[in-house]
């Protein structure tokens, strides 16, 4: 998983930004910075894989850091991000990797981080080779049991517990929900909500619901919510 810095100096910005990033299976650990000085300190001391730059920063300009990061032998991808749509040619004169507006909209960052997540081939064979086995371990009472991922329904966190529900039964583990959603063929199985991974082979049914989300049908029957910032992602998997 990569690991990003927000360089922007409002700090209702950075938080919005960082609950979307957080949402995002390839993102790793998040680190701020509200000036050049701070995002220059981060990216010398820490390994950042990925930026997200305001081009504006006080009486600062996100272009003079882009700038400096060309001179760093490991530099890290940066993505702009940012308020105002007529830097758009400056930004990838300066080999940004993507530029995105604000507000900002999960589905767009999704796609930004997919980009600096193609360019990271750090640790990509043992990745696809977890994806590629057909088959899952789950702790669950004090044993381990094998199930076949084509038989997974849906995945969720109840209580701390991590529930998997499959054709035949369900399982409670303590495994982690995005340990578990990195073992999985992310063509199949999408991360619908905070709490939610679903199959989407075994989508029913799909419901407008209050508030903009959604709601789906499972083929076992079972509701599952889509909340707000993942509808975007669930339309395009589900070629809506």
């Not at 680190?31 to 305001?54: M, R």
């Not at 057909?134 to 669950?140: F, G, V």
């Not at 959603?181 to 619908?192: E, I, K, S, T």
């Given at each position: 998983?990569?690991?990003?810095?927000?360089?922007?100096?409002?700090?209702?910005?950075?938080?919005?930004?960082?609950?979307?990033?957080?949402?995002?299976?390839?993102?790793?650990?998040?680190?701020?910075?509200?000036?050049?000085?701070?995002?220059?300190?981060?990216?010398?001391?820490?390994?950042?894989?990925?930026?997200?730059?305001?081009?504006?920063?006080?009486?600062?300009?996100?272009?003079?850091?882009?700038?400096?990061?060309?001179?760093?032998?490991?530099?890290?991808?940066?993505?702009?991000?940012?308020?105002?749509?007529?830097?758009?040619?400056?930004?990838?004169?300066?080999?940004?990797?993507?530029?995105?507006?604000?507000?900002?909209?999960?589905?767009?960052?999704?796609?930004?981080?997919?980009?600096?997540?193609?360019?990271?081939?750090?640790?990509?064979?043992?990745?696809?080779?977890?994806?590629?086995n057909p088959r899952i371990s789950i702790t669950s009472e004090d044993k381990t049991r094998v199930i076949?991922?084509?038989?997974?329904?849906?995945?969720?966190?109840?209580?701390?517990?991590?529930?998997?529900?499959?054709?035949?039964?369900?399982?409670?583990?303590?495994?982690?929900?995005?340990?578990?959603?990195?073992?999985?063929?992310?063509?199949?199985?999408?991360?619908?909500?905070?709490?939610?991974?679903?199959?989407?082979?075994?989508?029913?049914?799909t419901e407008p619901s209050f508030n903009h989300t959604y709601e789906l049908t499972m083929t076992d029957?079972?509701?599952?919510?889509?909340?707000?910032?993942?509808?975007?992602?669930?339309?395009?998997a589900l070629g809506m």
């Amino acid at each position: 998983m990569m690991q990003v810095l927000i360089v922007d100096d409002e700090p209702l910005a950075r938080g919005e930004l960082k609950y979307l990033l957080a949402q995002n299976k390839n993102v790793g650990s998040i680190l701020e910075a509200d000036s050049i000085g701070n995002a220059k300190q981060l990216i010398v001391s820490k390994q950042i894989d990925l930026i997200f730059l305001d081009i504006q920063l006080g009486d600062e300009n996100g272009f003079e850091l882009a700038d400096q990061i060309k001179k760093i032998s490991k530099r890290p991808q940066i993505i702009f991000a940012t308020a105002y749509d007529q830097y758009a040619l400056d930004a990838f004169n300066a080999n940004a990797l993507d530029y995105i507006l604000k507000p900002f909209e999960q589905s767009r960052v999704d796609e930004a981080i997919e980009k600096g997540a193609s360019t990271n081939i750090e640790g990509s064979d043992d990745a696809n080779k977890s994806h590629n086995n057909p088959r899952i371990s789950i702790t669950s009472e004090d044993k381990t049991r094998v199930i076949n991922k084509q038989d997974i329904i849906t995945v969720y966190v109840e209580n701390g517990d991590l529930i998997v529900v499959t054709k035949r039964d369900q399982f409670r583990t303590k495994q982690a929900l995005v340990h578990f959603q990195n073992l999985l063929d992310p063509h199949q199985f999408l991360q619908v909500h905070r709490s939610f991974l679903i199959n989407l082979n075994e989508v029913k049914a799909t419901e407008p619901s209050f508030n903009h989300t959604y709601e789906l049908t499972m083929t076992d029957d079972n509701k599952v919510p889509v909340s707000r910032s993942f509808v975007n992602a669930m339309k395009r998997a589900l070629g809506m």
